[in-house]
């Protein structure tokens, strides 16, 4: 029976979110369909943010455009001013320009287009906020039933079990055994990181409004984790770590006078935070990529004709479905994989003189 | 491509909200769980031990208590047993002390009667005495009347106490 209420509801997610893609092409029903731009247009960012649109009106929530232009000074203002891009305003306009497509730009004395300090609230931004903000409302509120209950009589059900289950099996599965015996220090950070991209990405699979921007499919945001983590890497890291960056023990012609073993060390601490950066962004924008091109299989399939369009709609359908568990699945893997890299670095970080371990 | 390249305006809105979030949630959120989680655990180790050795303390206790059950047991028949011997004794006692006093009792008894009976006897005799005296005085009172007789009488009775 669940199961089955699983099955509709999965159906009719699918079935709106496909809804969704078809409303919006609507208005372009005369053009040939450009797959590539339209599911660049959804993975990346925008000022606006787009819910459906109903026969040719594109229904869409404003937000707040905060703009430092070079001389005017700072703009705040909504986005409803742009109307959807066809209009310019105090000076600021949507580019349709190849160099800041669907960026705001200002226009120079001269007309060539110049990026602003931009701070606007973007759809992506917005999300962000949106979701750290029920994370902290969903954490603090687990916290709050601790605080309320004493240990010895009660122990938590349901979803605050669910949730302990969870940090815990972070706690014990990958930062104790990856940091090792200094792992309390950074289990706060650990956990907010993956309970922080987990959250994100699953808000990302939601297709209705308050989800499915694809937050950490932006290299912005994964971007500011990485630098997070690096920043915890190093600036916690021991002694001995930076002797091993600076002056490894490898026979000395590898050191000098070419420094080529610290060059690789110094290159090999960023590409660690780098790597972390790309993996994130890449699986979650791919994933949105493929659930949206496989929904876009059903606009193109239709000039193939009915029998071909309903086909290949029910194949479409299937496959997405099915491409969204698989993202169910990776929104969780991933957000493990970033929380056991960023504890396996801070864990090498924190590496004692190897005399000690000959001890042992 | 747009998608590579970082946009300020989010960089500095992620850094926001992701600085909030870690602040939050490493102040009030993950330390006070996880510490409830570890104490819990250090609670239910605790309870675990206790109870282990309660279990142990129980067996130590029943096998202590089948001891003092068998021992009692054990004195118990040892009393019995005495009590059997001290009741033989006391019975053996009783009929031993109850024969002397029979024995003593039938003897004192025999005596007395043996006495009753000399004293009886005795009266008896007495009686038949008189009896004999009166009964002669008759017949001599009555024979002295003629002389001849009462001289044979005299004569025979010298005899007789001659004799």
């Known amino acids: 029976m669940t199961y089955n209420l699983r099955l509709i509801l999965l159906f009719l997610i699918m079935f709106l979110s496909a809804n969704t893609i078809f409303a919006q092409e609507q208005h372009k029903q005369n053009e040939e369909l450009d797959v590539t731009e339209l599911i660049l247009e959804h993975v990346g960012d925008a000022y606006d943010w787009h819910i459906v649109t109903i026969k040719e009106h594109p229904m869409s929530i404003p937000l707040p455009v905060i703009v430092k232009g070079k001389t005017s000074g700072w703009h705040i203002f909504s986005s409803a001013r742009f109307e959807h891009g066809h209009a310019d305003y105090q000076g600021f306009s949507i580019s349709h320009s190849e160099k800041y497509k669907g960026k705001i730009v200002e226009r120079n004395a001269d007309g060539t287009e110049m990026r602003p300090l931009d701070f606007s609230l973007t759809k992506n931004a917005c999300s962000l906020l949106f979701g750290s903000s029920l994370l902290i409302i969903l954490i603090l509120s687990c916290a709050n039933w601790y605080k309320k209950r004493n240990v010895e009589t009660s122990s938590p059900k349901g979803f605050i079990g669910a949730m302990e289950m969870l940090i815990m099996s972070i706690v014990d599965g990958v930062v104790k055994p990856c940091i090792g015996k200094n792992y309390a220090r950074y289990t706060p950070y650990l956990l907010t990181v993956f309970f922080f991209i987990f959250f994100n990405n699953l808000l990302g699979l939601i297709p209705l409004f308050p989800g499915g921007a694809n937050v950490t499919g932006n290299i912005a945001v994964t971007g500011v984790l990485a630098i997070f983590t690096f920043v915890i890497v190093n600036i916690f890291g021991t002694k001995e770590y930076w002797k091993e960056i600076f002056n490894p023990n490898v026979p000395t012609w590898l050191k000098f006078p070419i420094p080529i073993m610290p060059a690789i060390e110094i290159v090999g601490l960023f590409t660690k935070p780098f790597a972390l950066m790309i993996r994130l962004f890449a699986n979650i924008l791919a994933g949105h990529s493929i659930v949206l091109g496989l929904t876009c299989i059903i606009f193109i399939s239709v000039s193939m004709g009915a029998a071909m369009n309903s086909f290949m709609s029910v194949l479409s359908v299937i496959m997405t479905i099915f491409i969204d568990v698989v993202e169910l699945l990776v929104a969780f893997i991933q957000a493990y994989v970033f929380t056991m890299l960023s504890a396996v670095f801070i864990g090498l970080s924190q590496v004692e003189p190897h005399h000690e371990k000959v001890k042992k | ?163």
């Open chain 2, 1 to 163: 491509m747009s998608l590579l390249t970082p946009d300020l305006g989010l960089l500095f809105w992620m850094l926001v909200a992701f600085g909030t979030v870690f602040f939050v949630l490493a102040k009030f959120g993950f330390p006070v769980i996880v510490k409830m989680v570890e104490e819990r655990k250090a609670f239910i180790d605790k309870s675990l031990a206790d109870a282990k050795e309660a279990t142990e303390r129980l067996a130590g206790i029943t096998q202590e208590s089948e001891k003092i059950l068998k021992q009692a047991r054990e004195q118990e028949l040892q009393i019995l047993k005495q009590a059997d011997e001290m009741r033989a004794k006391v019975i053996a006692d009783a009929k031993e002390q109850a024969g002397i006093e029979a024995g003593k009792l039938i003897a004192e008894a025999k005596t007395a009667i043996r006495k009753e009976q000399e004293l009886a006897l005795r009266d008896v005799k007495k009686e038949i005495a008189e009896l004999s005296i009166s009964i002669a005085e008759k017949i001599l009172r009555k024979n002295l009347s003629n002389l001849p007789s009462q001289q044979e009488l005299v004569n025979q009775l010298i005899n007789e106490a001659q004799n």
